[in-house]
């Protein structure tokens, strides 16, 4: 390995493990190949009682929960099931009753867990109904995508969608504990583990060039299913990511940090009706690009940086660039009147994370409206 990311913890082999120091809500991330053999032990440790439902959909099911089943049977845990359908519809209104119906239906106590097992919408879904069932029961993230195991499984957001937008409708609720099999990677599709791959491109862009430069290095083998390379990124975002968290675990501050991208991001995907032109991941890699060319811009950021982080994405198979489907997107200013409802926005301030280098984004709050509409006009059409 060259010096990039000198500093940086390598996987050797065996299971790493990630604490969330929250106090009484602490958990661990539990990080390895194969990880979802050795369920039951982990489960049987947190578990009151072995009893459980676990909630997945169906590819998950599928590829993944008779391992998941036979692993928790081995420590005579009794797990009921609810499969869902796969995708972002399943977190609505209707499937966060099919959750509560089928927790009471099995008659698990308050005290009892639950298991999240699939990708982001799983344990967002779940998350969430473990949260108002029985007034707060406790859940475990077993996270089955790349954006789940370095983002959504960690921290706690928990929620669904509704007629008003994504994640309207949630609340903050901490998983007792998450296991990230960096196995059962291997059975998603690459598309998937490329938006996921976004992800984890964003913890060093936020806050960790030496990473960023790991990834330039190692991100190829990290996708191509090098289980070294994975577990060591992996790790290194949930140890990120749960710094971020402890410190700030509501998001009064710092924790922003994380929606790097997200602000532009989120603009494409709700412009174009959430219809599955870009998966969030591929709208949060062009949305980091625009962030950096805006910063430099600004003159906030040193000119060539926002070239270096598209380079990287590009490299790596994402979209980074808007013009390629520009001419389904509304203009301008219609994307900035999009950006007004973002979670980040305060008293109809814009509030973006803009970047004084890679490895270095902060919140800029009261960004200039015109600003960003002229710097989107150039954008699309440079
Ligand atoms: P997802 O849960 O829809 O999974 C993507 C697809 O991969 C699905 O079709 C799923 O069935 C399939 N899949 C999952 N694991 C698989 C595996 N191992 N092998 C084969 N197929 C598999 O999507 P996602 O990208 O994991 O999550 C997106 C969701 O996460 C969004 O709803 C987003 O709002 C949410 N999110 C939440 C947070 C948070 O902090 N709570 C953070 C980021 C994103
Ligand atoms: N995914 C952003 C956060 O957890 O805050």
Known sequence: MSDKGEGLEVAVCGTETVRVALGERAYDIQIGEDLLDFAGEALAEVLPRPRTLVVTDENVARLHLP?????????????????????????SFARLQEVTDAIL??????????????????????????????????????????????????????????RHGKNLIGAFHQPALVLADTAVLDTLPRRELLAGYAEVV????????????????????????????????????????????????????????????????????????????????????????????????????????????????????????????????????????????????KGGRLVFILARGIGEAFIAEDVDADAVTEFLREDMER
């Open 202 to 345: 964003k913890y060093g862009l936020l806050g960790d060039a030496d990473f960023f430069g790991w990834l330039e290095e190692h991100g190829t083998a990290l996708l191509d299913g090098d289980m070294e390379a994975r577990q060591t990124a992996i790790a290194h975002c949930c140890r990120m990511k749960a710094d971020v968290v402890a410190a700030d675990e509501r998001e009064a501050g710092r924790r922003a940090l994380l929606n790097l991208g997200h602000t532009f991001g989120h603009a494409l995907e709700a412009a174009l009706g959430y219809d599955g032109t870009l998966l969030h991941g591929e709208a949060v890699a062009i949305g980091m690009v625009q962030a950096f060319r805006f910063s430099e811009q600004l003159g906030l950021c040193p000119e060539g940086e926002a070239d270096r982080v598209a380079a990287h994405l590009e490299a790596a198979g994402l979209p980074v660039d808007v013009r390629a489907i520009h001419n389904r997107l509304p203009g301008p200013e219609e994307l900035v009147a999009i950006m007004r409802q973002d979670k980040k926005a």
């Open 105 to 162: 239906a099995a008659e698990l106590e308050r005290s009892d867990l639950i298991v999240a097992f699939g990708g982001g919408v799983i344990g967002d879904l779940a998350g969430f109904a473990a949260a108002i069932t029985r007034r707060g029961m406790g859940f475990v993230q077993i996270p089955t995508t790349l954006l789940a195991q370095v983002d959504s499984s960690v921290g706690g957001k928990t929620g669904i969608n509704c």
């Open 67 to 91: 391992a998941l089943l036979e692993s928790l049977e081995t420590f005579d845990i009794e797990a009921g099931t609810l499969v869902l359908p796969a995708g972002e519809a399943t977190k």
